[in-house]
């Protein structure tokens, strides 16, 4: 079945450690995105890659780091000087960025909890 | 700017009664629309889509959405509820940006409960 898996679903850190959430999709997309979700709001967008070697910051970078050296793989580190780090992350995969190609799947997510 | 705004955070109905979850963005064109679905702790689920073919989209799961211009809404509807509907509902705007690439803006969510 292709689509896109979020390792792990709970990951829980002592703050002021870097932690590394992981995205794979073996849908062939070419675009990949992270997204933060907190409680009552909706979707804020972090980092996105068009293609591979090729990142962008979204809306809400501060704090955080991707890398795209393959195809499938987009894994977003959370680092210690983002101020509040514990959220739903999601990832999600399209085959472009623009029109029609631009349509989003989503991954389960991954819940961090840093204390 | 561009944004969606979902008018209601919490909504509630009994099994087998219609559904009304309301949405209304603003653009300066007619953008892309869409409704995800999302259960307790999972991803998001496309519900449909509109991309300026027939404004009564119909989507998965018996759910439907109208897009009215002249209201800027985007409103999903469904004629009778199941226990199974009962999840956080999101009304997301696709913004075609100068620089070549669509952007998705998020609505803050509907939390959906149905009761028996």
């Known amino acids: 079945d292709g689509g896109i898996t979020q390792s792990p679903k709970y990951l829980f850190r002592k703050e002021g450690q870097n932690v590394t959430l992981s995205c794979e999709q073996n849908?062939?997309?070419?675009?990949m995105y992270w997204y933060r979700q907190d409680p009552g709001q909706g979707l804020r967008l972090i980092y996105y890659?068009?293609?591979?070697?090729?990142?962008q910051k979204g809306d809400i970078a501060e704090g955080y780091s991707v890398s795209r050296e393959k195809k499938e793989s987009f894994p977003l580190t959370v680092t210690s000087a983002q101020k509040n780090p514990t959220a739903f992350y999601l990832c999600?995969?399209?085959?472009?960025?623009?029109?029609?190609?631009?349509?989003?799947?989503f991954g389960p997510g991954t819940r961090l909890t840093v204390t | 700017a561009q944004s969606v705004t979902q008018l209601d955070s919490h909504v509630s109905v009994s099994e087998g009664t219609p559904v009304l979850l309301r949405c209304n963005y603003s653009s300066s064109y007619s953008p892309s629309l869409f409704w995800y679905v999302q259960h307790p702790n999972k991803g998001l689920q496309l519900l449909l889509k509109y991309t300026s073919a027939a404004t009564l989209v119909k989507g998965i799961n018996g759910f439907e959405a109208e897009f009215k211009k002249s209201e800027t809404s985007f409103h999903l509807t469904k004629p009778s509820a199941h226990m199974s509907d009962a999840a956080e509902y999101f009304c997301?705007?696709?913004?075609?940006?100068?620089?070549?690439?669509?952007?998705?803006?998020f609505g803050a969510g509907t939390r959906l409960a149905v009761h028996p």
């Open positions: 999600a995969s399209s085959k472009g960025l623009a029109g029609d190609l631009h349509e989003q799947y």
């Open positions: 849908l062939n997309h070419d675009a």
């Open positions: 997301v705007v696709s913004l075609f940006f100068s620089g070549g690439y669509n952007k998705l803006i």
């Open positions: 890659s068009q293609i591979v070697n090729d990142f």
